[in-house]
């Protein structure tokens, strides 16, 4: 049971230039999210989704794409890299059944815009 | 004003301890509230979550909510070195918790 992963672990990216950032999940959770931190920020969220199929749109979702076609997967695409993308992004996946609340973090990808 | 204020930090307290890390958040409709703790270069990891008002406890762990003066509290027990942490607050909507807004964090520091 691998929980959360993310990769790549650390990325630097040319202004411009597209990459997309991986997120899997072994726990068949159906909700998943991208967040990410920035200092004195919080963590603020991108984009989540309640299932296969369904995405919508957090609190900053510009310059970011997300699709999910399995349970599994929920990959970050952006499109245009810009420095204010520079940020550290967790991916999370969650489960609710009834009151009870289930939520895991990945260990986040490092990105650097320059 | 922000939708969950929490005061940065950072708190230092001494080994043993009680700690007490507080947010205020200012939309009524929310319900579920959250911890998290958060080590150095890595992924949150969520602690205690509570439901509407009322207290929650787990081992050294208690949180608090306040309903009516929006008011939300983690308090630590017995404090060790190893919960030298950032703690982030947060809340969701019922049957919607991955929209949560997060508060900055509380850097806390415990010394031996």
């Known amino acids: 049971n691998a929980g959360v992963t993310q990769t790549p672990k650390f990325q630097v990216l040319k202004t411009g230039q597209s990459m997309t950032l991986q997120c899997a999940q072994d726990m068949n959770h159906e909700y998943m999210s991208w967040y990410r931190q920035d200092p004195g920020m919080g963590l603020r969220l991108i984009h989540y989704s309640v299932g296969a199929g369904i995405t919508d749109q957090g609190e900053v979702p510009n310059g970011y794409n997300v699709s999910r076609s399995t349970t599994e997967d929920f990959p970050l695409r952006l499109l245009s890299a810009a420095p204010s993308q520079t940020s550290v992004y967790f991916c999370?996946?969650?489960?609710?059944?009834?009151?009870?609340?289930?939520?895991?973090f990945g260990p986040g990808t490092r990105l650097t815009v320059t | 004003q922000k939708e969950v204020e929490q005061d940065p930090g950072p708190l230092s307290v001494p080994e043993g301890a009680i700690v007490s890390l507080n947010c205020t958040y200012s939309n009524s409709a929310f319900q579920y509230f959250m911890w998290y703790r958060q080590y150095s270069r890595k992924g949150p990891e969520l602690l205690m979550y509570?439901?509407?008002?009322g207290n929650k406890e787990d081992g050294r762990f208690t949180a608090q909510v306040d309903k009516s003066s929006k008011y939300i509290s983690l308090f630590i027990r017995d404090s060790q070195p190893s919960d030298s942490a950032t703690y982030l607050c947060?809340?969701?909507?019922?049957?919607?918790?991955?929209?949560?807004?997060f508060g900055t964090g509380t850097r806390l520091q415990v010394f031996p």
């Open positions: 999370a996946s969650s489960r609710t059944s009834g009151e009870e609340y289930e939520q895991y």
């Open positions: 947060a809340r969701g909507i019922k049957y919607n918790t991955d929209k949560l807004i």
């Open positions: 509570t439901y509407s008002s």
